[in-house]
């Protein structure tokens, strides 16, 4: 009755989202769109394009889910009932395990838990390797917890799913792996040694693929796996552990001072790993992306069970003849479960966060048009651009999406100009440069080797997937408008294009000092990059990468608002080319710095304000241009 009970809040939850932020017959979830594309590919093209595409490393939910679509249900439709089937799944599968060393009423308690679990909400939404793994580890320890032998029927399975689950998600089932690993080191163990070298050896090829998989990306972004904003406050611990925490540390606690079988040795391992590798965050940014998602693995029902179990064993046995404590530990069962019940709507309100459904209906509207419209012998490019700390990010989403609704198709993030020289965009933000790179190569990879060649594919810019939008002067006339918020190249114009264009305000680098986006009517990049500051001395600068493709001279040109105020310094990878001295003409003007030798490769421009004669230091800044003298 409990798995009934939590299996079906956990699918009326599901319902409940789509009801309040689905449209379009869309699946929620960032990562969603991406599994729409890769298993219509499966299912198009087979299992080897997914492989060729991705390589060999966390396939194994997309083939499955591709191996669906084959069968002729729409891959929209599938990546919106099958996490909600996986999800579901959940309460069964840790009440089992619990029902197997742990008995009736703890296992009950465990089924009542999980709807008050974070991740049954959080990793259904969108991390779908993740849940499938995470189904087939929780399969493979029921199999081992009741192994005595490595030959055993049940140790096999239970082996087999751990490396199914490996091929699944290589970052989850190594952190199971581990815990595994150390739970076999007690006593209480059910099988022989011998599975403990055999769990290791069943992850290894995956494990070695995953090592391959991380020196591309690191490769990709600079040698960096610092995607993230930053490391959890306390509120988003408080956040992912859920108000059912106290319980979970008394469990935790509980298992800490005593172990009765090797499941509870598998949860105090369990639950104290992924706090350690929660714990990590702060010790090195590189592991925040890992830090966050162990956190959401806290094995909370597992917890919550034991913690609620040891509570009731401690109110047993104080003995008293007073009616109001015993009237007390009558009623302390049913409390908790209350509580527990009570604690599910709260945390389905707290994950609700990754429930929202990361495209617009404009957006959705645009693709498919350029699903219908576009009928071109050559696959069409997308331009993709934003802030520099967003574009990566959003260029994957916005690539997914494409991906998933119009079908093949080539994109590349950032400038027109770059673009046309076959350069990716220099980006500082690790996943946005990984991104520019990935694009770029997959162009080249397509054959498109020069300027002739790419002008051959439509270049389409979406109103909605590009920033800064409306379009500037310098951008917008490369382009032709052939429906509402879709932009077609003008390939005879694009030909002649030979400069490097930035627009100030959304191509920085990194600034110091109150610098802002304002709306300017003089300025052609619709937004002035401006600062202000009349306070004790600060260096106010801020920079911009200009990608060279091949060595020569090189003139760079600024366009500024000329007033009154202290002198910009521009230097080029710390050399200075020149000031810039106001006239207070309040006119536009362009200031070029010509004759300037730059070697291929990427290069920084610094604009600085001095700091004499006022302590006033004002700037308003449009374009920057890179020309070849």
Same mark, same amino acid.
Request: aromatic fraction near 12%; include cysteine; proline fraction near 6%.
């Given at each position: 009755?409990?798995?009934?009970?939590?299996?079906?809040?956990?699918v009326?939850?599901?319902?409940?989202?789509?009801?309040?932020?689905?449209?379009?017959?869309?699946?929620?979830?960032?990562?969603t769109?991406?599994?729409?594309?890769?298993?219509?590919?499966?299912?198009s093209?087979?299992?080897?394009?997914?492989?060729?595409?991705?390589?060999?490393?966390?396939?194994?939910?997309?083939?499955?889910?591709?191996?669906?679509?084959?069968?002729?249900?729409?891959?929209?439709?599938?990546?919106?009932?099958?996490p909600?089937?996986?999800?579901?799944?959940l309460?069964?599968?840790?009440?089992?395990?619990?029902?197997?060393?742990?008995?009736?009423?703890t296992?009950?308690?465990?089924?009542l838990?999980?709807?008050?679990?974070?991740?049954?909400?959080?990793?259904?939404?969108?991390?779908?390797?993740?849940?499938?793994?995470?189904?087939?580890?929780?399969?493979?320890?029921?199999?081992?917890?009741?192994?005595?032998?490595?030959?055993?029927?049940?140790?096999?399975?239970?082996?087999?799913?751990?490396?199914?689950?490996?091929?699944?998600?290589?970052?989850?089932?190594?952190?199971?792996?581990?815990?595994?690993?150390?739970?076999?080191?007690?006593t209480?163990?059910?099988?022989?040694?011998?599975?403990?070298y055999?769990?290791?050896?069943?992850?290894?090829?995956?494990?070695?693929?995953?090592?391959?998989?991380?020196?591309?990306?690191?490769?990709?972004?600079?040698?960096?796996?610092?995607?993230?904003?930053?490391p959890?406050?306390?509120?988003?611990?408080?956040l992912?552990?859920?108000?059912l925490?106290?319980l979970t540390?008394?469990?935790?606690?509980?298992?800490?001072?005593?172990?009765?079988?090797?499941?509870?040795?598998?949860v105090?391992?369990?639950?104290?790993?992924?706090?350690?590798?929660?714990?990590?965050?702060?010790?090195?940014?590189?592991?925040?992306?890992?830090?966050?998602?162990?956190?959401?693995?806290v094995p909370?029902?597992?917890?919550?069970?034991?913690?609620?179990?040891?509570?009731?064993?401690?109110?047993?046995?104080?003995?008293?003849?007073?009616?109001?404590?015993?009237?007390?530990?009558?009623?302390?069962?049913?409390a908790i479960? &209350? +509580? $527990?019940? !009570?604690?599910?709507?709260?945390?389905?309100?707290?994950?609700?966060?990754?429930? =929202? %459904? /990361?495209?617009?209906?404009s957006?959705?509207?645009?693709?498919?048009?350029?699903?219908?419209?576009?009928?071109?012998?050559?696959?069409?490019?997308?331009?993709?651009?934003?802030?520099?700390?967003?574009?990566?990010?959003?260029?994957?989403?916005?690539?997914?999406?494409?991906?998933?609704?119009?079908?093949?198709?080539?994109?590349?993030?950032?400038?027109?100009?770059?673009?046309?020289?076959?350069?990716?965009?220099?980006?500082?933000?690790?996943?946005?440069?990984?991104m520019?790179?990935?694009?770029?190569?997959?162009?080249?990879?397509?054959?498109?080797?020069?300027?002739?060649?790419?002008?051959?594919?439509? &270049? +389409? $810019?979406? !109103?909605?997937f590009?920033?800064?939008?409306p379009?500037?002067?310098?951008?917008? =006339? %490369? /382009?032709?408008?052939?429906?509402?918020?879709v932009?077609?190249?003008?390939?005879?114009?694009l030909?002649?294009l030979?400069?490097?264009?930035?627009?100030?305000?959304?191509?920085?680098?990194?600034?110091?000092?109150?610098?802002?986006?304002?709306?300017?009517?003089?300025a052609?990049?619709?937004?002035?990059?401006?600062?202000?500051v009349?306070?004790?001395?600060?260096?106010?600068?801020?920079?911009?990468?200009?990608?060279?493709?091949?060595?020569?001279t090189?003139t760079?040109?600024?366009?500024?608002?000329?007033?009154?105020?202290?002198?910009l310094?521009?230097?080029?990878?710390?050399?200075?080319?020149?000031? &810039?001295?106001?006239?207070?003409?309040?006119t536009?003007?362009?200031?070029?710095?010509?004759?300037?030798?730059?070697?291929?490769?990427?290069?920084?421009?610094?604009?600085?304000?001095?700091?004499?004669?006022?302590?006033?230091?004002?700037?308003?800044?449009?374009?920057?241009?890179?020309?070849?003298?």
């Open positions: 009755m409990a798995v009934l009970a939590s299996t079906a809040f956990v009326f939850a599901f319902f409940v989202s789509y009801i309040l932020w689905g449209h379009d017959g869309l699946p929620i979830g960032s990562d769109p991406g599994y729409v594309a890769q298993s219509n590919l499966v299912a093209q087979g299992p080897l394009a997914l492989l060729a595409l991705q390589g060999p490393y966390d396939f194994l939910y997309q083939l499955f889910a591709g191996f669906i679509v084959w069968t002729g249900i729409p891959a929209m439709d599938m990546e919106i009932v099958l909600v089937i996986l999800a579901a799944s309460p069964f599968l840790t009440s089992r395990l619990a029902l197997i060393h742990l008995g009736l009423r296992a009950t308690v465990v089924a838990a999980v709807p008050a679990w974070y991740a049954v909400y959080r990793i259904p939404a969108d991390l779908h390797a993740n849940l499938l793994a995470l189904i087939l580890i929780l399969a493979s320890i029921i199999f081992l917890s009741k192994a005595s032998s490595i030959r055993q029927t049940r140790c096999i399975a239970g082996l087999t799913l751990l490396g199914l689950a490996s091929l699944t998600h290589i970052e989850t089932t190594l952190l199971f792996t581990s815990v595994l690993l150390v739970a076999s080191l007690s209480l163990r059910p099988y022989p040694s011998r599975v403990g055999a769990i290791v050896a069943i992850v290894l090829p995956a494990s070695i693929l995953y090592g391959v998989h991380l020196q591309q990306i690191l490769f990709l972004t600079g040698g960096t796996l610092d995607f993230s904003s930053g959890m406050t306390a509120s988003s611990w408080i992912y552990l859920g108000p925490l106290p540390i008394l469990g935790i606690v509980a298992l800490s001072a005593r172990r009765t079988n090797w499941l509870e040795v598998v105090l391992v369990w639950g104290t790993a992924a706090l350690l590798v929660g714990m990590s965050q702060y010790a090195s940014p590189q592991l925040i992306n890992f830090a966050k998602r162990s956190v959401i693995l909370t029902p597992l917890l919550v069970a034991v913690g609620w179990s040891r509570l009731l064993r401690v109110a047993g046995n104080v003995r008293t003849r007073l009616a109001l404590v015993q009237n007390f530990q009558r009623g302390l069962l049913v479960v &209350i +509580v $527990i019940v !009570s604690s599910w709507p709260l945390v389905y309100g707290t994950a609700t966060q990754s429930h =929202n %459904l /990361f495209i617009t209906t957006q959705y509207q645009h693709l498919l048009w350029a699903s219908s419209n576009l009928k071109s012998s050559t696959v069409p490019i997308f331009m993709f651009n934003d802030l520099d700390e967003y574009a990566g990010g959003l260029s994957q989403l916005y690539d997914n999406w494409a991906s998933a609704i119009v079908g093949n198709h080539l994109s590349y993030l950032g400038s027109t100009n770059y673009l046309v020289q076959l350069e990716e965009t220099p980006f500082a933000d690790p996943i946005a440069r990984a520019s790179t990935t694009f770029m190569q997959q162009i080249r990879d397509s054959g498109i080797n020069n300027t002739v060649s790419l002008l051959q594919h439509p &270049i +389409v $810019i979406f !109103s909605d590009y920033r800064p939008f379009l500037p002067r310098y951008t917008s =006339n %490369l /382009f032709t408008e052939v429906s509402p918020g932009f077609v190249d003008n390939p005879t114009m030909g002649y030979s400069n490097v264009t930035i627009p100030l305000f959304i191509g920085d680098i990194g600034h110091t000092g109150p610098w802002r986006p304002v709306p300017e009517p003089w052609e990049s619709l937004n002035a990059f401006e600062v202000y009349d306070k004790a001395p600060i260096h106010v600068q801020t920079s911009y990468y200009l990608n060279v493709a091949s060595a020569g090189y760079v040109s600024i366009r500024y608002w000329d007033q009154t105020g202290n002198n310094t521009v230097t080029l990878d710390a050399r200075i080319l020149g000031i &810039i001295y106001y006239n207070n003409s309040k536009p003007i362009i200031r070029d710095f010509n004759g300037i030798d730059l070697t291929p490769g990427t290069h920084t421009v610094t604009i600085k304000i001095d700091q004499i004669p006022y302590p006033l230091r004002w700037a308003s800044l449009d374009y920057l241009v890179l020309s070849r003298s």
